[in-house]
């Protein structure tokens, strides 16, 4: 079944950190991205991009904190969250990307995995 699946998170204190995995079955997609989805929140803010020919574009919200990283002779994209902050709690997805920029695109049947809570406390 092609399909994302998302795992790592859980509850930290501010300044800490945490790694997230999304692993991918099927194709191994040129351009993935990562999203979160704050609660209250109904859009999902783009975090980080990783193109296979260009270099990693992040979110100012997370840049210089997040680090996006892709193995792909493991089917795996990383997420590396560090200086962890209250208002980076949220849920988190991983997805396919358009090379073009962050618009989402299918991978298998749907867009996106189950996502994996993220929760910082103060």
């Known amino acids: 079944q092609v399909q994302l699946v998302e795992s790592g998170g859980g509850s930290v204190e501010a300044g800490g950190s945490l790694t997230l995995t999304c692993a991918f079955s099927g194709y191994n997609p040129d351009c993935m991205a990562w999203f979160r989805q704050a609660p209250g929140q109904e859009r999902r803010e783009g975090l980080a991009?990783?193109?296979?020919?260009?270099?990693?574009t992040y979110a100012d919200s997370v840049k210089g904190r997040f680090t996006i990283s892709k193995d792909n002779a493991k089917n795996t994209l990383y997420l590396q969250m560090d200086s962890l902050r209250p208002e980076d709690t949220a849920m988190y997805y991983c997805?396919?990307?358009?090379?073009?920029?962050?618009?989402?695109?299918?991978?298998?049947?749907?867009?996106w995995g189950q996502g994996t809570q993220v929760t910082v406390s103060s």
């Open positions: 997805a396919r990307a358009m090379c073009s920029g962050w618009q989402v695109v299918p991978y298998g049947d749907g867009y």
């Open positions: 991009f990783i193109d296979s020919a260009s270099p990693t």
